[in-house]
């Protein structure tokens, strides 16, 4: 809810077979990822990367996002909560063009980075 403001993030924890994901659902940034890191992290974390204008305090950033992904140890990142339709008050391209920048000369492990786009883990 908007006026939720005592909860700043969720999350869960996916496991099946030997695939492990980690979804962020509405999250702002919080350090409890380093804690579900195991020896091999995460092959995907799937976690918002808009909205966060004027929500920060319930929707990360991209770079917190970025962040976030790699305190988990996931391999790839599923950027979601942006080019769907406008969300909040910042540009409809913003949150991926951030997210991409971010990752500097890691820009494939964002794994979809258009809608409509497909990604298959094996």
């Keep these: 809810m908007r006026s939720d403001t005592y909860r700043g993030y ?13 979804f962020g ?4 940034y919080t350090d409890r990822f380093k804690n ?3 020896n091999a992290g ?11 204008d004027p929500w920060i305090r319930v929707h990360c950033n991209p770079e917190q996002a970025w962040t976030m992904v790699n305190h988990a140890g996931a391999e790839y990142i599923l950027p979601v909560h942006h080019q769907t339709f406008q969300l ?21 492990r964002v794994c979809v980075q258009e809608i409509g786009a497909e990604f298959h883990l094996a």
Excluded at 10 to 22: C, D, K, L, Q
Excluded at 42 to 52: K, R
Excluded at 88 to 108: K, M, Q, T, V, Y
């Design 36 to 38: 579900i890191r195991r």
């Design 10 to 22: 969720n999350g869960y924890v996916i496991e099946s077979g030997r695939y492990r994901v980690v």
């Design 42 to 52: 995460f092959h995907l974390a799937i976690m918002p990367i808009g909205a966060y």
């Design 88 to 108: 909040s008050r910042e540009p409809f391209r913003e949150p991926i063009e951030r997210l991409l920048e971010a990752c500097g000369p890691e820009p494939d």
């Design 25 to 28: 659902g509405d999250t702002a």
